[in-house]
């Protein structure tokens, strides 16, 4: 018996939280009888939040269609929603697709698309308020499914979306084959990922490298989107 | 204050499980005051398990020590096992490094090396079974430290194995905001990440799978052992 032939066309920009894309690939690398891009708008390595680059393997031209699209977040998302070719491949992919998902910052992108108006959507806790922007409905929990939108949480939410949707599409046998392949047996060393859970001081260190990291993110994130026609 | 600084070395190497990278990668990215280098023989893009290919940031001869050395797995770790630049060079690293570390079958890499003889030590639960040919004690755990070595369990095992390793160099503060960061807040769909919890059915599916995609592993690995001289 052979699986139903699928394409997933997974968005790469520049500055991406790596582990929001490569967690998820590496889930969805083993539906089987699947083809798999990390799709940008040329073949030039692009460089990750993590010090290092990862090579498309196709561009915005070579993927017109998908059944899966799924756009990663991260600070480069700012830069992403800026750039109109970006956007026009997200909503020209993302209108058709069988599959419209993101983890992390990624649903803000897809927001920016006009893909999430009228949805329920999750994103990292840290931007879920941005959402409404858009008219997508903020929903605090790991991974949040409205008809075919998937949106994960923040970063490692992704390996526990790509698992749901593999049960979604290969049923929960194979989903599970999957999760022991992966040993996917999480012990996290502490109670610290969540905000409600982390602490007050943990959630204040990270508000303050934040704002180190990308002053004035809720500002300009309104004004890109304003840009885009959301009244906001 | 200023956090010391470190010099972190990931071996990357052809068809590595990247997830085995990309993760503990995602997390170390975080240390501060740290250079962290993907080291391969030459800086050409590696093709890693899930279809795509990553940009190493410096060849062997760029990076002879390191204050952490990581060693990811996958089925790529045999060849990387019988190629005697990538094993010169981690025997080298290991050698003088203040952690040697290694996430799912790189464990075996480093056992390769010889950085294992007398030490506890993890891998991915399919595999671990073959730490003992380079004299390592196999550990059933997520995450197992032995003086100077952190040796993690299979593929996602290497964001607990991380995180650990940033609270032991940086402090438990810290390591509590980058679990916050990265939203870890693990709910895995299923009870699977584990051969015990997994169930009869899915472990055979799996094992029929890698007798498929990797046939014969185990004798091929005990002859790449006793060509390292290792009596097995």
Redesign the interface.
């Known amino acids: 018996m052979t699986a139903e032939p699928l394409r997933i066309a997974f968005l790469l920009f520049p500055d991406v939280?790596?582990?929001d894309l490569?967690?998820p690939?590496?889930v969805l690398?083993r539906l089987g009888n699947a083809r798999?891009d990390?799709v940008a708008a040329t073949l030039e390595?692009v460089p990750t939040?993590?010090?290092?680059?990862?090579?498309?393997?196709a561009t915005f031209a070579d993927v017109p269609a998908a059944d899966i699209l799924c756009v990663p977040g991260g600070f480069g998302t700012h830069r992403a929603i800026a750039d109109d070719a970006t956007i026009d491949w997200v909503a020209r992919v993302g209108a058709d697709a069988r599959w419209v998902t993101s983890v992390?910052t990624g649903s803000l992108v897809l927001g920016a698309a006009g893909l999430l108006r009228g949805y329920k959507a999750g994103c990292?806790?840290a931007q879920r308020h941005m959402l409404p922007l858009f008219g997508a409905e903020p929903v605090a929990e790991?991974?949040v499914i409205d008809r075919n939108r998937l949106t994960g949480?923040?970063?490692?939410?992704g390996?526990?979306f790509a698992?749901?949707l593999t049960?979604l599409i290969r049923g929960?046998?194979h989903?599970?084959?999957v999760?022991?392949?992966?040993?996917?047996?999480?012990?996290?060393?502490?109670d610290?990922?969540?905000?409600e859970?982390?602490?007050v001081?943990?959630?204040e260190?990270?508000e303050r490298?934040v704002a180190q990291l990308a002053p004035g993110r809720d500002d300009q994130l309104r004004a890109l989107a304003a840009r885009r026609g959301f009244a906001g």
Chains 1, 2 share one sequence.
């Open positions: 939280t790596q582990l490569t967690g690939v590496q690398s798999l990390l390595p939040d993590a010090g290092f680059s990862i090579v498309p393997t992390c990292h806790w790991r991974v949480g923040g970063v490692t939410a390996i526990d698992l749901r049960a929960e046998a989903a599970r084959m999760q022991l392949a992966l040993e996917y047996d999480p012990i996290p060393p502490f610290a990922g969540s905000p859970r982390a602490g001081a943990v959630v260190a990270y490298r």
